[in-house]
């Protein structure tokens, strides 16, 4: 997917994956069920459940998925009036703890 701006919601099937290019500062809205989103150069995974928001806030490729069931998603530009996106971040294991 471009990083062009879809507030159409799309419903993903599990496993399912939209890859967005380019789309540092786009909202990605849960709403329904839970993403997972992994940012090319960020250590972090994302995941995010129903009525929950992320910028994207890294340039390049960016996964979004479904990892469980089915979810909706919306893709859309930062409103100003919006509340402040929150989401979970999950390190990667080989990060949790310096190599040896």
């Given at each position: 997917?471009?990083?062009?701006?879809?507030?159409?919601?799309?419903?993903?099937?599990?496993?399912?994956?939209?890859?967005?290019?380019?789309?540092?500062?786009?909202?990605?809205?849960c709403?329904?069920?839970?993403l997972?989103?992994?940012?090319?150069?960020?250590?972090?995974d994302?995941?995010?459940?129903?009525?929950?928001?992320?910028?994207?806030?890294?340039?390049?490729?960016?996964?979004?998925?479904?990892?469980?069931?089915?979810?909706?998603?919306v893709?859309?530009?930062?409103?100003?009036?919006?509340?402040?996106?929150?989401a979970?971040?999950?390190?990667?294991?080989?990060r949790?703890?310096?190599?040896?």
């Open positions: 997917m471009s990083p062009q701006v879809s507030y159409i919601p799309r419903r993903l099937r599990a496993r399912e994956v939209l890859d967005i290019r380019g789309g540092r500062g786009l909202v990605v809205r709403l329904a069920g839970a997972w989103i992994t940012q090319d150069g960020d250590t972090d994302i995941v995010i459940k129903a009525g929950q928001c992320f910028v994207l806030d890294c340039p390049g490729l960016a996964l979004v998925s479904s990892p469980v069931g089915f979810a909706t998603v893709i859309e530009q930062p409103s100003r009036n919006a509340a402040p996106c929150k979970q971040r999950y390190p990667l294991p080989g949790l703890r310096p190599a040896a």
